[in-house]
């Protein structure tokens, strides 16, 4: 499949919707209720494009049971092996990009740009910890005294892990908890979104090619409440690694709350400001505050959804930026729709209480009741809402902007703070001092200065307050994987 629109083509010559299968210890399996299925629809078209298992208790106790058992052995398997296998997958995954890509922007709804970079992006996340764990480091300190030691700390890992990821970008936040969990030794099962399955499955079939022995990854399908939450309070299951939105975070808080030893890594939702100081060049402004708003159709975390701008360019700007948004975020062929019908219903809700509160509507309008063919919704842009308003506060996670003004910096610093959430933002002057003063008191795990979506495999990524509990990335993603001891040797 070179091109979506040659995968068009294939999907319109099906008779049966594809239907998907779990993959557990090394290979695709039948799962306990096959007639129990979820439906996963074309964003594009509304069409039925897939048949996902739901998964009951006994396919997730399946699942447990082939990682546990693998654990043993992969967990002592060497740094050397580890590696070379992740290595292969990348290699693999690599060479099927395209194929992946296709899927991925039929399955989600993204464009195929977006989902090629996704791709290239899940790709980094197996070469980087492949290589990674070939270059750890420790410190050894000598202590002197009545009982002279060596000291030393000694990290192993934690066991089987959930992995559970979300619908927006589906194989890369998916890999992003693979990669390390089996670089640094542990075995898991994976449960992507069931609004979004088609590229975890295909990926057991990359898992099978790279000879990742069987159990060491498993993937099964179904929804939250029942398979998520299954695999959750498994008490075979040691750690948890989640992103999604709060609300499940919350869940998955209180499922675990009792099992102390359970390692938890909560990655949620944002509702990201975008700060525009009047010292920016607007002709660089513009193009950035609108992808940050747009890119993936608003369904990014990361996504600056409340822009702030400073009083004296508010109208500058906000002309501006209405024009460029209207000549380059157009459905279908820069923006794709959004997910599913749900999430269509959402955000029309949320569009029509802006509608009510006086909101100014420059570019977009309500969307119909019932969509007539996919789930588009046109990039919307609002002003004049205020700012306990919900549509200012709630993660709407869609092409949904406001834009609002300041006067000075310590009011868009109260402003930008002024969110549950803290998760990213992004900051735009030119003044250097500014980039540090605004930038240390923003709440926020991520603050992007004059750049949007950067990533560093490294640094660490997370949120602060309803934003999430820990980080993950590099050093932070070993910390969720591994058990730390310290040795004291006489
Ligand atoms: P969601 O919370 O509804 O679902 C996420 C995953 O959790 C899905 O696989 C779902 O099946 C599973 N799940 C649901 N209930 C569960 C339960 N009780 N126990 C265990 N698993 C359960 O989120 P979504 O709608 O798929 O994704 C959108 C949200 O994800 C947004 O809020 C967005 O901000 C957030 N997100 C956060 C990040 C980040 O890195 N912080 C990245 C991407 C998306």
Known sequence: LDTAHQADAYLASLTTPIRL??????????????????????????????????????DVDRAVDAASRAFPTWSRTSRQERSEILLRIATILNEKKELFAVWESLDQGKTLSRARVEVDRAISNFRYFATYILHEEGAVRYVDGPVSTMTYEHRSPVGVFALISPWNMPLYLLTWKIAPCIAFGCTGVAKPSEVTSMTAFLLGEVFRQAKLPPGVMNIIFGDGPGAGSALVKSPRV??????????????????????????????????NPTLIFDDVNLEEAVPLAAQAAFENSGQICLCGSR??????????????????VQENYRCGETIGPVVS???????????????????????????SEMPQKGFWITPTVLANLRTDSRIMRDEIFGPVVTVSTFGT??????????????????????????????????????????????????????????????????????????????????
């Open 341 to 367: 019908r749900e999430h269509y219903t959402k955000i029309s809700s949320y569009l029509k209480q802006a509608k009510e509160e006086g909101a100014n509507f420059l570019t977009g309008e309500i969307p």
């Open 21 to 58: 299968q779990n993959f557990i210890e090394g290979d695709y399996s039948e799962y306990a209720e096959p007639t129990d299925r979820i439906d996963s629809f074309n964003p594009r078209t509304g069409e039925l494009l897939a048949q996902i298992p739901r998964s009951a208790l006994s």
């Open 409 to 490: 910096e310590e009011e868009a610093v109260e402003l930008a703070n002024d969110n549950p959430n803290g998760l990213a933002s992004i900051l735009m002057t030119k003044d250097l001092s500014r980039m540090r003063r605004v930038g240390e008191r923003i709440d926020a795990g991520l603050v992007w200065v004059n750049c949007w979506l950067v990533r560093e495999l490294g640094t660490a990524f997370g949120g602060m307050k309803a934003s999430g509990i820990g980080r993950e990335g590099g050093a932070q993603s070993r910390d969720v994987f591994t058990n730390l001891r310290t040795l004291h040797v006489r």
């Open 238 to 271: 040691r750690g948890v690694s989640f992103t999604g939105g709060t609300a499940t975070g919350i869940r998955i808080r209180q499922d675990t709350v009792a099992d102390i030893g359970k390692h938890l890594s909560l990655e949620l939702g944002g509702k």
């Open 307 to 324: 822009i702030y701008v400073h009083r004296t360019i508010y109208e500058k700007f906000l002309s501006a930026f209405v024009d460029y």
